[in-house]
Structures are given as C-alpha cells and as structure tokens.
C-alpha cells in the first residue's frame, strides 16, 4: 500500500509505503504544506515498487 498526499497544484505526491501486518503506525513527513493539500489516498501496488501515481485507488479522505 502507499499513502499519497494530494496537493491542490500539482499530482499525487507518493508519502509512505506499508504493509497490512496487524496495527502499525508511521510517521513521514510531508512533501507539500498541510495547508496546501486537498486529499490523501491509500492506493494498492506491486510490492517493492514505488509507482509516479497511484494505479489502484481504495480510499480517499478530504482535509479541511
């Protein structure tokens, strides 16, 4: 799985890669200001391989 961050000029910004192994927590920082991001995502992808986009999409929260 990788977490995107969603910058409102510009495309996907990959953040994080993980692994569904039980409870986990991570913490990376940002590429874009908090306050400059519309959305993140968590998309699917091939193990070991860190995509330009995401190809797979399963979740998308908005920020306020």
């Known amino acids: 799985y990788v ?4 910058p409102r000029d510009g495309g ?3 953040i994080s ?6 409870r986990q927590t991570a913490f990376a920082p940002l590429s874009s200001p908090y306050a400059d991001t ?3 995502a968590i ?3 091939a193990a070991d391989v860190t995509p330009s986009q995401p190809t797979q999409v399963l979740a998308i929260g908005t920020t306020t």
């Open 38 to 40: 519309t959305a993140f």
């Open 43 to 45: 998309s699917l992808e």
């Open 12 to 14: 996907p910004i990959p």
């Open 3 to 6: 977490l995107w961050q969603m």
């Open 17 to 22: 890669e993980f692994r569904l192994t039980g």
